[in-house]
T-cell receptor
Framework: KNQVEQSPQSLIILEGKNCTLQCNYTVSPFSNLRWYKQDTGRGPVSLTIMTFSENTKSNGRYTATLDADTKQSSLHITASQLSDSASYICVVTDRGSTLGRLYFGRGTQLTVWP | DTAVSQTPKYLVTQMGNDKSIKCEQNLGHDTMYWYKQDSKKFLKIMFS???????INETVPNRFSPKSPDKAHLNLHINSLELGDSAVYFC?????????????FGQGTRLTVV
């Protein structure tokens, strides 16, 4: 069964600190993995994407890693800011269908305190 | 310009009523989706259309009927609303790209059934 599991479910950190969010998946055949950020009351917005051959991708203070062998990904946030408070969702796409189906994790709720 | 727009943003209605949510995208994408986000923030796909044709239809009560008059629009009609239908509904669109599938989300419609 194709699944995406994220941990932790929620996380509280102080402003300026770093943190790492985890994503494990069983989606097969694998096409790509995205991390989305969802602010409260808004739709998710893509942060990074990685395909099978890519094992790291940065977007400003966000760095995502992918280990396609162990089917794990992480999102590392450096020097957190209050605006980083949001839900971070891991989304994996399969390539078994013509369109590529999206599989969503349940998200990690990050709260950054001043 | 808003890429994926949904209306209304908030919808409060009584049980048993029929309501519609509209979605339009100006990105020229071929594929559009409806997702439901429950109280635990989990995004679950309901429907997917490609060029006005239904591609994915998850186990959704037949009270939910999507309608795609053209590839830029995907509306969601809900009959005989129930309390359990209360959730945030997101419309999204994506280009047909097997390698770097990215879904662009609307702002969501918060439906409250009382």
């Amino acid at each position: 069964k194709n699944q995406v599991e994220q941990s932790p479910q929620s996380l509280i950190i102080l402003e300026g600190k770093n943190c790492t969010l985890q994503c494990n998946y069983t989606v097969s055949p694998f096409s790509n993995l995205r991390w989305y950020k969802q602010d409260t009351g808004r739709g998710p917005v893509s942060l990074t994407i990685m395909t099978f051959s890519e094992n790291t991708k940065s977007n400003g203070r966000y760095t995502a890693t992918l280990d396609a062998d162990t089917k794990q990904s992480s999102l590392h946030i450096t020097a957190s800011q209050l605006s980083d408070s949001a839900s971070y969702i891991c989304v994996v796409t399969d390539r078994g269908s013509t369109l590529g189906r999206l599989y969503f994790g349940r998200g990690t709720q990050l709260t950054v305190w001043p | 310009d808003t890429a994926v727009s949904q209306t209304p943003k908030y919808l409060v209605t009584q049980m048993g009523n029929d309501k519609s949510i509209k979605c339009e995208q100006n990105l020229g994408h071929d594929t559009m989706y409806w997702y439901k986000q429950d109280s635990k923030k989990f995004l679950k796909i309901m429907f997917s259309y490609n060029n006005k044709e239904l591609i994915i239809n998850e186990t959704v009560p037949n009270r939910f009927s999507p309608k795609s008059p053209d590839k830029a629009h995907l509306n969601l009609h809900i009959n005989s609303l129930e309390l359990g239908d209360s959730a945030v509904y997101f419309c999204a669109s994506s280009p047909v790209d097997r390698v770097r599938t990215e879904a662009f989300f609307g702002q969501g419609t918060r439906l409250t059934v009382v």
